[in-house]
């Protein structure tokens, strides 16, 4: 069974910086790709950024430039570097994995399996 941990998460004012981590535990498989996920109260759940097993990375238009997803396959463990935060990222954070090598369509939910308990980001104007 896979275990994801995030941490990182706090609060911020705008313009300000975070780094997301989100480590895996239990039986980490060959191959497994991942994916952020936040989600603000009253809103629905939507993808902030995807790696596949090799490390290829896709984001939501609305944080392309400002965050960068990242792993470290030796450490077992995903990262979201974000920058220039803005109110509108404030959000619970989590991170989610499935087997294989990628996602068919990154930002959506049911293509995970494995999530974490999530973190949370507040970003102040």
């Known amino acids: 069974q896979v275990q994801l941990v995030e941490s990182g998460g706090g609060s911020v004012q705008a313009g300000g910086a975070l780094r997301l981590s989100c480590e895996v535990f239990?039986?980490?498989?060959?191959?497994?790709?991942m994916g952020w996920f936040r989600q603000a109260p009253v809103k629905e759940r939507e993808g902030v950024a995807g790696?596949?097993?090799?490390?290829?990375?896709s984001y939501a238009d609305s944080v392309k430039g400002r965050f960068t997803i990242s792993k470290d396959n030796a450490k077992h463990t995903l990262y979201l570097q974000m920058h220039n935060l803005q109110p509108e990222d404030t959000a619970m954070y989590s991170c989610?994995?499935?087997?294989?090598?990628?996602?068919?369509?990154?930002?959506?939910?049911?293509?995970?399996?494995?999530w974490g308990q999530g973190t949370q980001v507040t970003v102040s104007s």
């Open positions: 989610a994995a499935n087997y294989g090598m990628f996602a068919t369509v990154w930002y959506e939910s049911r293509q995970y399996n494995y």
């Open positions: 239990g039986y980490i498989p060959s191959d497994y790709y």
């Open positions: 790696i596949t097993m090799y490390g290829g990375t």
